[in-house]
């Protein structure tokens, strides 16, 4: 059973919104902070946004104010909504726990940003 599955990504023009899901087996997401992270090509993956068991958020600056991370602890997912996307967003977009878990990198979901 894969522990993570991201889903959600897709083409957007510069400006639009994505909301990308994870889908976490459930002993994983109780007790542990979650993160998104992403990787642009040629870059090395980098943490974008956290979320504690308990609610607390963490945003990097260059997407503060246009991405938010929030968890269902009923439904065991976890959420990036990401709002005014511009190009430099174009990653692969994965969760993982925080810090993250070397065995749980999935395929992630591709975010492509471009008019």
């Known amino acids: 059973q894969v522990p993570l599955v991201e889903s959600g990504g897709g083409l957007v023009q510069p400006g639009g919104s994505l909301r990308l899901s994870c889908a976490v087996s459930g002993r994983i997401f109780s007790i542990n902070a979650m993160g998104w992270y992403r990787q642009a090509p040629g870059k090395e993956r980098e943490l974008v946004a956290r979320i504690s068991v308990s609610g607390w958020i963490t945003i990097e600056d260059s997407v503060k104010g246009r991405f938010s991370i929030s968890r269902d602890n009923t439904k065991n997912t976890l959420y990036l909504q990401m709002n005014s996307l511009k190009s430099e967003d174009t990653a692969v977009y994965y969760c993982?726990?925080?810090?993250?878990?070397?065995?749980?990198w999935g395929q992630g979901t591709q975010v492509t940003v471009s008019s």
């Open positions: 993982n726990t925080d810090p993250p878990t070397s065995q749980f």
